[in-house]
């Protein structure tokens, strides 16, 4: 991955206002050549520009849909930028404002310990169906696309691992120890049926026999989610009896147990939106996403379940500025923080993906 560099002085200095019309200049002379994709953990002041916002699936599905924009600038994290120039045409120019908007979880998989894993696991299981997050390099998903297997998103993740499970293998899933296991779980396969691969000491373990284990889950987690625990759940159901607590199904298995709900940004949203007037939530994820939510529900009443967390920085590196700087490189013409995948790695990492949204 390239380092980004520093924003050209004008747009670390221009006003709001400035870059705004800027910005609402560019998208009306560019017209259907530019889309603007964004993620719900976005900042508003990024939020409010994009053609289309979503979830990771929502995201992957528009992209693949698009055939007009010559230019995609995703506003979201780093994966979510090659997995859309994977799944767009050679004359479609994908664009993500800062390089530096990586995502921690998808960069604990690297193809060498994944080899490495892959080698030893399989000398215990023979040969196992891989399964990854989308939340994860090119690279990887090429290895998944390879062995036969697919991405998933917490959105699908629930369709992908039952159609995973009755391929008769044992299921290898990465890099998301918590939604693997949440969602495994929610399908009936007992904690002690499942083993954990710890990727820096290369060591398997599992609370029951690791021969029955039927899902081995890598053990990557997302530092955001991790936010969230039992006490704030306990706190939040003392203050507020009548609370639904719902949370990302990447919060670890105890969180998700105690909640009413877990699910994707998508889900997230629905389920608040679609309450009665003067519902009270609780909600475990990214704060930019809990606070958007409680803005446009003003007849409900929403508390983030951890009010003092941080929201994913990486999310958050895309501001206005570098949005704008951006799109004026487009309309000079100018190709800046372009992420491209390589050939064969596309090819490869397209088996898995294709193979989730045929199942989705
Ligand atoms: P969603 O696909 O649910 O939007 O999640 C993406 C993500 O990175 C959450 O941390
Ligand atoms: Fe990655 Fe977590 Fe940020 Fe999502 S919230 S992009 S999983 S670091």
Known sequence: MEFSRQ?????????????SEKIKNAKQVLGD????LS???????????????????????????????????FCGVHFMAETADMLTEDYQKVILPDLDAGCTMADMVNDEDLEIAWSKLTEIYGDMLPITYINSTASVKAFVGNHGGATVTS?????????????????????????????????????????????????????GNIEDCKIILWDGFCSVHQQFNVEHIQEMRKSYPHINIIVHSECCHEVVELSDAHGSTNK???????????????????????????????????FSLNPDSCPCSTMNRISLQHLAWSIDNILNEKIENQITVDENTTKSALKALDKMLELS
Do not use: C
């Open 39 to 73: 993620h719900h953990y976005q900042r508003d002041e990024v939020v409010q520009f994009a053609d289309a916002t979503g979830d990771s699936l929502q995201l992957a599905q528009i992209a693949a849909k698009n055939k007009k924009a010559e230019w995609i600038v």
């Open 268 to 302: 997230i949203i629905t389920e608040v939106e679609k309450s009665e007037p003067n519902s009270y939530f609780a909600i475990g994820t990214d704060i930019n996403l809990v606070n958007r939510i409680a803005e446009k529900n003003i007849d409900k009443h929403i």
């Open 155 to 207: 959105s699908n993740a629930r369709q992908i691992i039952t159609w995973a499970l009755n391929q008769g293998k044992k299921v290898f899933f990465m890099p998301d120890q918590h939604l693997g296991r949440n969602v495994s779980f929610d399908l009936g396969i007992p904690l002690d049926e499942m083993a954990l691969w710890d990727f820096i000491n290369q060591k398997l373990t599992s609370d």
């Open 7 to 19: 924003l050209p002085e004008y747009y670390l200095t221009a006003s709001i206002e400035e870059l």
């Open 33 to 36: 050549k530019l889309m603007i």
